[in-house]
């Protein structure tokens, strides 16, 4: 049965800092290429970062050099350490894979106070 289970959102101010976990169980986790997406009110669902099975990773412009994916193959469990928070950053972060979207999580909940 597969699960991905989100944590680590929370309230927090401009410029802060949060650091996002997401445990995966029933795939093969080490094989899979691994996202962060996010959505905000009224707004679709967007991929902000993805890191494949040997570390590579890419990020939406709007997130690049403040957001970092991680990830550990051991654990079963992706990370997505972000920096330099913006009001516009404020929404329901979800993990998933990126090659095939497996059901989705319950998300974290992520909300930056200007």
């Known amino acids: 049965q597969v699960q991905l289970v989100e944590s680590g959102g929370g309230l927090v101010q401009a410029g802060g800092s949060l650091r996002l976990s997401c445990k995966v169980s029933?795939?093969?986790?080490?094989?899979?290429?691994m996202g962060w997406y996010r959505q905000a009110p009224g707004k679709q669902r967007e991929l902000v970062a993805r890191?494949?099975?040997?570390?590579?990773?890419d990020y939406a412009d709007s997130v690049k050099g403040r957001f970092a994916i991680s990830r550990d193959n051991a654990k079963n469990t992706v990370y997505l350490q972000m920096n330099t928070l913006k009001p516009e950053d404020t929404a329901v972060y979800y993990c998933?894979?990126?090659?095939?979207?497996?059901?989705w999580g319950q998300g974290t909940q992520v909300t930056v106070s200007s």
């Open positions: 029933g795939i093969i986790f080490s094989l899979n290429t």
């Open positions: 998933n894979t990126v090659d095939v979207v497996l059901t």
């Open positions: 890191i494949g099975s040997v570390g590579y990773t």
